[in-house]
């Protein structure tokens, strides 16, 4: 049986030296670990080959020196106050710390803060253990982006209809029938005022008129299905929300056009229009290619009512569905019935001021 000062015996029967055996601990810490000591008080006292060669700093450089001299000024005091608040009572400290390299480059580390206490409970020092998990924070900011990126194509509301919380979970199929108001809006005479301008400005131009129009949609609870070219196709969970958000389209359109006049351009005009009832949410196309939609009679009335303010003195036309379903009755006219394109009965239709 071996003693405590005997050799260590390998299954070969070689004789490996707890010296021998020390240096291949350390050499594999190092290989893997950023590893360094501090006094009571906080001053490095020891670091290790990583410690030096991720912070970029030399072991003569950081010998006596305090931890913030890799401190990144991105990261909050209170996390130092908490680590210090927690070593201080000898407990183990756990945690997330971004740090600052000798060139300014940022890394994070995962770092496990450990006091040593001498047998009547006194705190000697504090040894810190760290992995580099730079390349996994990058990575998650990455798929952050991306994923905060979809939202702009698909909206966020529109898959929690879908009963989906994110667009990972989009499947090809996935579908929900659901009652809403559905509102079409449409720049008149757009596009040939665009067959006068460079393709840029055509943009440049149609982003301007969405950036003051577009806003009144998610300001009263409403969800931007898509774009259409110069039109725009909304829904509503509620038809009052919806009234209220055409109503304040044309406000913004107003603001807009003042803008125009002042630079001597032509004012716009939209029409709008609403409808409500039940439509099909969902995912079309193929497995390497889908988007969302929307199916329904609902939707067709809505776009047919958008392109019949051409025929009327009204820039929105409302459904009696819409006007049954909703409060909102101020600036309301009956203008009486209207025969949609591809729809065999009419329907009776509001006008709103």
Same mark, same amino acid.
């Given at each position: 049986?071996?003693?405590?000062?005997?050799?260590?015996?390998?299954?070969?029967?070689?004789?490996?030296?707890?010296?021998?055996?020390?240096?291949? =601990?350390? =050499?594999?810490?190092?290989?893997?670990?950023?590893?360094?000591?501090?006094?009571?008080?906080?001053?490095?006292?020891?670091?290790?080959?990583?410690?030096?060669?991720?912070?970029?700093?030399?072991?003569?450089?950081?010998?006596?020196?305090?931890?913030?001299?890799?401190?990144?000024?991105?990261?909050?005091?209170?996390?130092?106050?908490?680590?210090?608040?927690?070593?201080?009572?000898?407990?183990?400290?756990?945690?997330?710390?971004?740090?600052?390299?000798?060139?300014?480059?940022? =890394?994070?580390?995962?770092?496990?803060?450990?006091?040593?206490?001498?047998?009547?409970?006194?705190?000697?020092?504090?040894?810190?253990?760290?992995?580099?998990?730079?390349?996994?924070?990058?990575?998650?900011?990455?798929?952050?982006?991306?994923?905060?990126?979809?939202?702009?194509?698909?909206?966020?509301?529109?898959?929690?209809?879908?009963?989906?919380?994110?667009?990972?979970?989009?499947?090809?199929?996935?579908?929900?029938?659901?009652?809403?108001?559905?509102?079409?809006?449409?720049?008149?005479?757009?596009?040939?005022?665009?067959?006068q301008q460079a393709p840029d400005a055509v943009m440049q131009e149609l982003n301007r008129f969405y950036s003051h129009v577009t806003?009144?949609?998610?300001?009263?609870?409403?969800?931007?299905?898509?774009?259409?070219?110069?039109?725009?196709?909304?829904l509503f969970p509620d038809a009052n929300q919806a009234l209220q958000a055409a109503r304040a389209m044309l406000g913004g359109l107003?603001?807009?056009?003042?803008?125009?006049?002042?630079?001597?351009?032509?004012?716009?005009?939209?029409?709008?229009?609403?409808?409500?009832?039940?439509?099909?949410?969902?995912?079309?196309?193929?497995?390497?290619?889908?988007?969302?939609?929307?199916?329904?009679?609902?939707?067709?009335?809505?776009?047919?009512?958008?392109?019949?303010?051409?025929?009327?003195?009204?820039?929105?036309?409302?459904?009696?569905?819409?006007?049954?379903?909703?409060?909102?009755?101020?600036?309301?006219?009956?203008?009486?019935?209207?025969?949609?394109?591809?729809?065999?009965?009419?329907?009776?239709? =509001?006008?709103?001021?």
């Open positions: 049986m071996n003693t405590i000062d005997s050799p260590i015996q390998s299954d070969h029967k070689h004789a490996i030296s707890a010296e021998d055996l020390l240096h291949q =601990y350390r =050499y594999a810490i190092d290989q893997s670990t950023i590893l360094s000591k501090t006094d009571p008080r906080g001053f490095i006292t020891y670091a290790n080959d990583e410690f030096c060669r991720v912070a970029q700093f030399r072991l003569d450089e950081l010998i006596g020196q305090r931890h913030n001299i890799v401190r990144h000024p991105a990261m909050p005091s209170a996390a130092f106050h908490d680590l210090w608040n927690t070593i201080k009572t000898a407990k183990v400290w756990n945690g997330i710390i971004q740090n600052q390299a000798k060139d300014g480059s940022s =890394y994070w580390v995962k770092t496990t803060v450990i006091p040593i206490v001498d047998g009547e409970g006194i705190i000697r020092e504090h040894i810190a253990i760290r992995d580099d998990i730079t390349e996994l924070i990058n990575l998650q900011d990455r798929l952050e982006r991306m994923l905060h990126a979809s939202e702009r194509f698909v909206p966020t509301e529109f898959l929690r209809l879908l009963e989906r919380e994110n667009i990972a979970e989009a499947q090809l199929g996935d579908s929900r029938l659901v009652g809403v108001t559905v509102l079409f809006a449409d720049i008149r005479g757009f596009t040939g005022m665009s067959e806003p009144a949609i998610a300001n009263h609870g409403g969800v931007i299905d898509k774009y259409i070219g110069d039109a725009i196709m909304a107003t603001v807009y056009n003042q803008e125009r006049r002042q630079q001597d351009l032509l004012p716009y005009r939209i029409g709008i229009g609403l409808h409500s009832g039940q439509v099909i949410l969902g995912t079309v196309g193929s497995e390497k290619r889908f988007s969302t939609t929307i199916l329904g009679d609902a939707v067709n009335v809505a776009a047919r009512l958008e392109q019949s303010t051409k025929q009327v003195e009204y820039d929105v036309l409302v459904s009696e569905e819409t006007v049954r379903m909703a409060s909102f009755e101020e600036g309301l006219k009956r203008l009486g019935k209207l025969r949609l394109r591809g729809r065999q009965e009419p329907v009776t239709v =509001y006008g709103l001021r």
